[in-house]
């Protein structure tokens, strides 16, 4: 007989347990303390229910502890996205709380047990949550010195004119900041022109130290790319950060078990837009607009790079304008195409890593 499937809604401070029977009738639900001794005392609840598979919804994020341990325990935990719960409830009219929540969850994955894994790094590899930690604080240090450099260039724009005749009114702000460098506050002829002059030479040193931090981050992830394994630096047109960053969203490469899912995944697949085909193929598509961004981004800049110096991606795109398709829909298409080939040498890198430990046993 098909055992209960256990379902979780985590919260900041807390998390919801509901157990659901093979038939989606609630057994119990409970709420836990999102601590190490909620984390025991839900393993209790769902150990006495002989619980085997539990969704977790949010595993990434408030739901990344709970999950490991769950995983730690033996557990089969799976991501529920927050969509499929939510037409879990949808489909029953209920409200929204925690239980129910938990609940749904559940149901969700009772409906389709073949969810991806929970999306905790820690449970899927430790060296690959340590990239993630390092590439995500590069990615708050590049934004918040972006953010920075473009109030730099306002504030450039209203100093006083004797100071501002010293400078170009072209290039980047990174360069026209370095040249208040050699500039006396004195020679401001106004208290606002001299207070902005102050703190933007005050801001440089600041900005030399955010930017060497940045280049010691990006030779750390190169370093963990290189104990890693990975091949996806030998693709053309993905560098460290876009590798790292392939990682990272992607976790376990083996819960798409086609090229086709990982496109949709990462919204490079055409969505079937089409009427009157009968029982034939769609005959018309769209672009998907959903999928993950980040990856998404990742490829259209590959695609952009390989475009300029590689003859086979050149080739590829002059022979889809000569079927006719717009420029755009040609870059869609190899974007689909750069999508296979990265899920393929994750895949075999995936496996590679794995022979090892599989040998020795």
Request: charged residues 25%; hydrophobic residues 40%; glycine residues 8%.
């Amino acid at each position: 007989m098909t055992p209960p499937v256990g379902g979780i809604d985590p919260h900041q401070d807390t998390f919801t347990v509901g157990i659901v029977d093979p038939h989606g009738v609630e057994l119990v639900h409970e709420t836990f303390s999102n601590t190490a001794v909620g984390y025991g005392a839900a393993i209790d609840l769902l150990d006495a229910h002989d619980v085997g598979q539990v969704g977790v919804e949010g595993s990434a994020k408030w739901g990344a502890h709970v999950a490991i341990a769950l995983c730690a325990a033996g557990f089969d935990a799976r991501e529920v996205p927050a969509s499929r719960s939510a037409a879990q409830r949808r489909s029953r009219r209920l409200g929204k709380t925690d239980a129910v929540d938990a609940v749904a969850s559940a149901r969700a994955l009772l409906a389709e047990p073949t969810l991806g894994p929970v999306q905790a790094l820690e449970a899927y590899d430790p060296l690959v949550a340590e990239i993630e930690a390092v590439l995500e604080h590069r990615r708050t240090l590049v934004a918040a010195r972006t953010l920075m450099l473009h109030h730099v260039g306002d504030q450039i724009s209203k100093l006083p004119t004797e100071i501002r005749d010293q400078l170009t009114t072209s290039g980047k702000i990174e360069a026209r900041l370095r040249r208040l460098e050699g500039i006396d506050p004195d020679t401001c002829t106004t208290p606002a022109g001299r207070h902005r002059l102050a703190w933007m030479q005050a801001f440089i040193d600041q900005d030399r130290a955010a930017r060497s931090e940045i280049r010691r981050l990006e030779r750390l992830i190169d370093e963990l790319l290189d104990n890693h394994g990975t091949t996806l630096r030998d693709e053309p047109g993905i560098g460290p950060i876009s590798a790292a960053t392939l990682l990272c969203e992607v976790g376990d490469p083996t819960r798409f078990d086609r090229e086709s899912k990982f496109a949709r995944w990462c919204g490079t697949g055409a969505v079937a837009l089409s009427s009157g085909e009968g029982a034939g193929d769609p005959v018309k598509h769209r672009l998907d607009f959903r999928g993950n961004r980040r990856i998404n981004s990742v490829l259209h800049i590959a695609s952009v790079t390989q475009q300029r110096s590689q003859p086979e991606a050149i080739a590829y795109l002059a022979r889809k304008a000569g079927e006719g398709k717009t420029r755009r829909e040609a870059r869609r298409a190899h974007k689909r195409q750069l999508a296979n080939r990265v899920i393929r040498r994750m895949w075999r890198d995936e496996t590679a890593r794995k022979q090892p430990f599989a040998l020795a046993a």
